[in-house]
């Protein structure tokens, strides 16, 4: 049997773990942390929805929007959290051509868990940079992704390059 060792998994279990044993949504758990937006990788938040960095990214930029409350799926969203979410994905596209200068971005959701998503409780939109001739081919071929900045850095770029309302 291969054994493939993932120590950095057992951070982040017990990050999403509550007191009791039971296990909290990732996203809930860190809206209720109590910890400054710096430190949650919590780009931006509005009334409805919020942008985070993803906190084991595809690529550098890597952002998910979402909403605040957890729903599985699209239809599920009330229409100003609708209008809100897609607000902010745009917001969060003009905040990585302005800090990434990106000659594409890829935008995507996974619905349910056969249709990707990590998450499959709390729907979240991912944004991210690309580059013709970037790296990201790394994570088909050689399961490893390239990343070249510290997430303190990527959260700083984009939270200074956020469209200020």
Do not use: C, Q
């Not at 009334?47 to 979402?66: E, Q």
């Not at 868990?113 to 709390?122: C, E, I, L, S, W």
């Amino acid at each position: 049997m291969d054994r493939l060792w993932a120590g950095w998994r057992g951070e982040y279990i017990e990050d999403v773990t509550t007191n009791d044993g039971s296990r909290a949504s990732v996203f809930k758990h860190i809206l209720e942390s109590g910890l400054p937006d710096e430190e949650t990788h919590i780009v931006w938040r509005g009334p409805l929805t919020f942008a985070i960095l993803n906190r084991f990214p595809y690529i550098s930029g890597h952002l998910l929007v979402m909403p605040y409350r957890e729903v599985s799926d699209l239809e599920d969203l009330t229409p100003e959290e609708h209008r809100e979410l897609w607000s902010t994905v745009t917001d969060a596209v003009r905040a990585i051509k302005i800090a990434y200068h990106a000659d594409g971005l890829n935008i995507g959701v996974n619905l349910g868990t056969a249709g990707g998503a990590g998450v499959p409780d709390h729907l979240h939109v991912h944004v991210m940079p690309r580059w013709i001739a970037d790296s990201n081919f790394m994570t088909s071929v050689a399961e490893t992704r390239v990343l070249s900045e510290a997430l303190p850095v990527t959260w700083h770029k984009l939270r200074d390059a956020w469209p200020r309302t």
